[in-house]
């Protein structure tokens, strides 16, 4: 793979998850499991919402092969 084919691919990933994202983030703010009125008008809320919201999702991104979770393991490290 070429960094060219890579920046193509990363688009393409990046606009489908943006929306997956949104759509998460909305799914869990509509759960019931926070309450909204309790919390200052700053980016506290939003940043928990985000943080479930992003590792919910990564899980459609985790490879199934116990080799490629090595490298992605190894990865966080970075």
């Known amino acids: 793979m070429t960094k060219a084919q890579f920046n193509e691919k ?6 489908e998850m943006n929306q997956e994202i949104e759509k ?5 703010l509509n759960s019931g499991a926070v309450d909204i009125g309790s919390y200052d008008d700053d980016y506290l809320l939003p940043k928990l919402i985000l943080c479930a919201a992003l590792q919910n999702s990564s899980k ?4 199934f092969a116990k080799e490629h979770i090595k490298k992605v393991k190894n990865l966080l490290n970075f």
């Open 10 to 15: 990363l688009h393409v990933m990046k606009k």
């Open 24 to 28: 998460e983030c909305l799914r869990l």
């Open 60 to 63: 459609q991104y985790l490879p």
